[in-house]
């Protein structure tokens, strides 16, 4: 049996990082080991690169010192290896858990676009037709069928309530949970591709057996289902840094407020204190930016400025020349605050020293135009420039740190 559905989920947890949920390879690792099961074949194993390498089997987890995801390669055996265990094993030799094998993903629909809707108003005159309403993206449904395998009806049962156990924990059962998914195989030598975070997870229902366990061929079987629902149907690409914890240039003399305020201050002025991130282009979806400013000083910073700027012929990150996009100012961010600009989820979160270090809404510290929402960066096809800046001449600016990460986002309008 050979499986082109996605065989690849994983749950992330904030402080521990991705945990494995299912994992092909995890399973072809046991019974090669095993090898009293003859139902499924090594047909997994056609994820496999020119080197030999199989994509499904790099680790989400392993970065360098900088925080650079390397893509370590592991290594899959019996449930009770030591060295990589199982993730549902309990660490007792020769219990139910440790002859537990895996899961062999059957069905998993809600991967494509069936969450785009339009809403449609007949007309009601004799020529007919109809009015579209505007474009949308519901949540998405994620209907599985998954067949459990493993030496005895005692592990089958024992996996079963591991699965239970991680469905109800890790899906959150207000806001959900993120998960990692890989919806296809990379081609060589592209671990990146079609890996996405998704947001918002939540198990809507199950899981369920659907038949009795069956033994073939040297294994025990057992079917079960279960619908998990994504609120947020985005796909989000892993995050890339392209400005990494950067102070900002400091503003060595303090021009009063009074006397900058209402001036035609122009692009060449704030050049100095200026930060600039190259976006490359992208022929699917959008490219957004996560800019993540920290005052690291015990005193208010002044108003923060980022933009976008379109650059398809290259110049460089011109504000003087290039045309400007979704252009937005923060207010003044108090000392020690931390304001995250997430334009790939289209929410800006706020946290305070003084608060233990909690995440809050931070739109309160936007100040956009007079009547309009806050916009948020995303570049489609053209590449350009993410900057940052102080809005005025005030403040404490050597203090400041600044983050930019790259995320793609596609499935979603």
Known sequence: MASYVPTWLYYVDDVLGPCEIFNSERLLGALGVQQTCGIFSVGGHECEWNDGVSALALDPCSVNPSGVQTWETLTYGAPDDTDNPAPWWDGVAGSPSSRAYGFFVEEWTGMDGAHH??????????????????????????????????AGEDALEDLFRWL??????????????????????????????????VHGAALLEGPAWEDAPAEKLGCYLR????????????????????????????????????LWWGCNTSCEDMEPY???????????????AVVTIVNNSPNPSPPMRVFGMSDPLGLGPNPCVLPICQDFRTQQIPGGGTIVIDSSTRRTLYKDASTGFVFVDGTPFLDPDPGRAPSYLSLGCDPGWIVVEPAGFCGDTNLINVSVDLIQRVGCC
């Open 117 to 150: 809707k339009r809403n449609v108003a007949n007309r009601a005159s004799r020529r007919g037709g109809a009015n579209f309403g505007p474009l949308s993206s519901g949540h998405r449904v994620w209907k599985m069928n998954v067949i459990l395998a493993g």
């Open 164 to 197: 239970e156990d991680v469905l109800l924990d890790c899906c959150d059962p207000c806001g959900g949970n993120d998960f990692l998914v890989r919806t296809s195989c990379p081609p060589d030598g592209d671990p990146d591709f079609a890996l996405y975070r």
């Open 223 to 258: 079917r079960v289902s279960f619908t998990i629902g994504v609120a947020d149907p985005c796909l989000y690409s892993c995050s890339t840094a392209c400005i990494t914890n950067e102070t900002l240039p400091e503003i060595t003399e303090c021009i009063p407020f009074s």
């Open 274 to 288: 200026r930060l600039s991130c190259p976006v490359p282009g992208t022929s699917r979806g959008a490219m957004t």
